[in-house]
């Protein structure tokens, strides 16, 4: 179904190497967001973003970047300095909170491997 | 510090028997709760928050403030319930969700 797309499902990074991953989103959603979900460990947040052309660090932001040019789209970059970026990815989207809460839908997920 | 903790890795249990995962969480402030369910090969869903105070699926959740949590029940299990459940809290106006670590839940014919 539609919503949010991610993309590739399977990512392998060889040492040394950045790679990007895509996240796309139809909803039209103000906040986007990056989780990192390891076994045991839940979702971890990476980064998320409230509007476009801003964005704020999670809890495990070392060894990521992130931009927000554009509504829809969020893409994650793993950089070189992620010493342990083997994980499964998920990218959510919500509208903006007003006071209530918001529900944030997610994507299926990109699996990364490290090569 | 901010913090959700399900202290269950594996709820196995008999189709029709009652179901509760346990939730806690660490929050001054007034908190906003969530569960969201992950069934085989599908996105991670909303199932319900306790704002709505509404019952999904047969399941309800009632948030005590007094012991700070925020239990899924259903009183009767069913085979399609197996999943994996996580709790999640909103500390309020941020937009962020902070996860527990997951619940596995196994209902058993």
């Known amino acids: 179904d539609g919503g949010i797309t991610q993309s590739p499902k399977y990512l392998f990074r060889k040492e040394g190497q950045n790679v990007t991953l895509s996240c796309e989103q139809n909803l039209n959603h103000d906040a986007m967001y990056w989780y990192r979900q390891d076994p ?53 989207s919500s509208p903006q909170d007003r006071g209530g809460g918001q529900p944030q839908h997610f994507g299926d997920g990109t699996r990364l491997s490290i090569l | ?41 599908q996105r991670l869903q909303l199932l319900l928050r306790h704002i709505s105070r509404e019952s999904i699926k047969g399941f309800t959740a009632d948030l005590n403030k007094g012991e700070t949590s925020f239990h899924l029940k259903k009183p009767f299990a069913q085979e399609e319930d197996s999943a994996m459940y996580y709790c999640a809290l909103g500390p309020g106006g941020y937009n962020k969700l902070i996860f527990g670590a997951g619940t596995r839940l196994a209902v058993h014919p």
């Open chain 2, 1 to 41: 510090a901010q913090r959700v903790t399900q202290p269950e890795k594996l709820l196995s249990v008999f189709k029709g028997a009652p179901v509760e995962l346990k939730c806690n969480y660490s929050y001054s402030g007034s908190p906003e709760l969530f569960w969201y369910v992950q069934y085989s090969r």
């Open chain 1, 40 to 92: 045991g460990q839940g979702l971890r947040l990476i980064y998320y973003s409230q509007i476009v052309n801003d964005f704020q660090k999670g809890d495990i932001a070392e060894g990521y970047s992130v931009s927000r040019e554009k509504k829809e789209s969020f893409p994650l970059t793993v950089t070189s300095a992620q010493k342990n970026p083997t994980a499964f990815y998920l990218c959510a």
